[in-house]
């Protein structure tokens, strides 16, 4: 991988990107209170679920199959398979979310000026955009190569877990580092398997993670917006 194309993906997969992924949890708060997950043992497997079951089979692809499509400024394939991923946010908080981060990282990729003219107007006519769909116009502007984008967007993913539940378990720092060593293998793994998903065989399938989400909307205390 290029200097370039490294410090590209490092900025894109960095907890400072200004996209608010910091504020949610994305039901691990509402599994923290239903007593799912509550410690370290509980998380990992919150954390190694999440990408070999939910991100793996729709996040992941869809990123995936909506790089090639901005390579190829297919605007009106982007818009159905961008349509198809919102509507199937199993829950009010998990739609919200990503149409937030999504927005956020469509303005940014305008303020930065990244991609080309033709590419940032089919971004500008999203609306609403997903995040993944947004963060896939990023990763194809930069040029990243699809297991790195991908590998970059589920480590940002597992990160932005793990600080959630160092807060909310609570976790003490060693054992969240400890989860992130973990789950090296399985970003691998759900990378591998999500390259090899075809656009119909992408699903978001995870009847738990809705119910939770759901539940999270009248949580009596709460910390994260999802």
Same mark, same amino acid.
């Given at each position: 991988? #290029? ?33 799912? &997950?509550?410690? *370290?043992?509980? &998380? !990992? &497997? /919150? ?11 729709g996040e992941l692809p869809l990123? *995936?199959?909506?790089?090639?499509? /901005? ?11 961008? *349509? ?10 998990? #739609? ?6 999504? /927005?956020?990282? +469509? ?20 609306t609403p955009i997903s995040q ?21 967007? %589920?480590?940002? /993913?597992?990160e932005n877990q793990v600080a %959630?539940?160092? +807060? ?13 060593? *973990?789950? !090296? ?8 398997? %999500?390259? #090899? ?30």
């Amino acid at each position: 991988m #290029r200097v370039a194309e490294l410090t590209a993906l490092l900025h894109l997969a960095s907890p400072a990107l200004p996209i608010g992924a910091f504020s949610y949890s994305q039901g691990l708060e509402a599994s923290i209170e239903a007593q799912w &997950t509550t410690d *370290a043992d509980t &998380t !990992r &497997t /919150w954390v190694e679920d999440g990408l070999l079951h939910v991100l793996a089979r729709g996040e992941l692809p869809l990123i *995936a199959h909506q790089m090639s499509r /901005w390579h190829a400024q297919d605007a009106a394939a982007i818009a159905a398979a961008d *349509a198809q991923f919102l509507a199937s946010r199993e829950a009010a908080e998990l #739609r919200r979310e990503t149409e937030q981060m999504g /927005w956020s990282l +469509k303005q940014l990729a305008f303020s930065l000026e990244w991609g080309d003219e033709a590419g940032r107007a089919i971004l500008a006519a999203l609306t609403p955009i997903s995040q993944p769909s947004a963060y896939a116009f990023a990763a194809a502007a930069h040029g990243l190569a699809p297991d790195a984008a991908l590998a970059g967007y %589920a480590f940002a /993913w597992a990160e932005n877990q793990v600080a %959630a539940a160092i +807060k909310a378990v609570p976790l003490g720092q060693l054992a969240g580092q400890r989860i992130l060593m *973990a789950a !090296r293998a399985v970003i691998d793994q759900a990378v591998e398997q %999500a390259l #090899r998903t075809p656009p119909d065989r992408i699903h978001t399938f995870s009847p738990m993670l809705g119910i939770f989400s759901a539940r999270h909307e009248a949580q009596y205390s709460r910390l994260f917006r999802s």
